[in-house]
């Protein structure tokens, strides 16, 4: 079993509508938790960090559940600019050095 | 804004070739980081640096070797590539501190990738 998984997509959604990814991690130890957004043939970029009790920014929602093990990113009011890979991130340890584990991505696609 | 830069975007080597791909980042970061990214299997950790002339190794060190001999520069060494390299190699740093009256080094979760270098081994 992968340590990070995500449904690979890809999540074909028109402007507007409202996207969910889900994120599992396979350990249950694990501290802290992000996402990244990558876009084609770019390097990855901090989205935002996820918090335990659920974070916001904008049109962004992360929100963690540690009994189920997953994190979520919803995306409201989908934009064109919002196509890209979401990529889960977790961090397995406390205060060690940074070894944070990467998803594969999920792919959005937003069409006009 | 941070800078992460690696010096070749796009490599073609032959098998057997040594190959160095190196990172420069202009933030004074204590981390650094070399990944590879290849599809559905995500970004996979070779190895990383916390500080001057140290280095870990990450989940798929083999076949790799890394130098880092200044704070602002990683490097990353292929000594004998193999067609099984062919991938995308990321570097990335990040930033660390110290909270002195806690005794405790904190990892931000935040790395600053480079562009990416395109290997290609035939």
């Known amino acids: 079993r992968k340590e990070v998984e995500q449904d690979p997509g890809p999540f074909n959604v028109p402007e507007g509508a409202t996207v969910a990814f889900n994120c599992t991690y396979s350990n249950s130890a694990s501290q802290s938790f992000f996402w990244y957004r990558q876009d084609c043939r770019k390097e990855p970029k901090l989205l935002m960090s996820?918090?335990?009790s659920g974070n916001e920014d904008g049109r962004f929602t992360a929100q963690l559940n540690r009994a189920s093990q997953y994190i979520s990113l919803l995306i409201r009011d989908s934009k064109l600019s919002d196509s890209a890979t979401y990529l889960c991130v977790v961090n397995p340890i406390s205060g060690g050095y940074n070894k944070l584990i990467f998803g594969a991505g999920t792919r959005l696609a937003v069409h006009p | 804004d941070v800078k992460v830069t690696q010096s070749s975007r796009y490599l073609v080597k032959r098998t057997g070739e040594k190959v160095f791909l190196e990172c420069v980042q202009d933030?004074?970061?204590?981390?650094m980081f070399w990944y590879r990214q290849d599809p559905g299997l995500g970004l996979r950790l070779i190895y990383f640096s916390y500080d001057v002339k140290m280095k870990e190794k990450g989940d798929i060190p083999e076949g790799y070797s890394v130098s880092r001999e200044k704070k602002e520069r990683f490097s990353l060494i292929l000594e004998s590539a193999s067609t099984n390299q062919t991938s995308m190699y990321l570097c990335?740093?990040?930033?660390?501190?110290?909270?002195?009256?806690?005794?405790?080094?904190?990892?931000?979760?935040?790395?600053?990738f480079g562009e990416g270098s395109r290997l290609t081994v035939l």
């Open positions: 933030m004074d970061h204590e981390n």
């Open positions: 996820v918090y335990s």
């Open positions: 990335a740093s990040s930033f660390r501190y110290r909270v002195a009256y806690l005794r405790v080094v904190v990892n931000t979760g935040e790395l600053f």
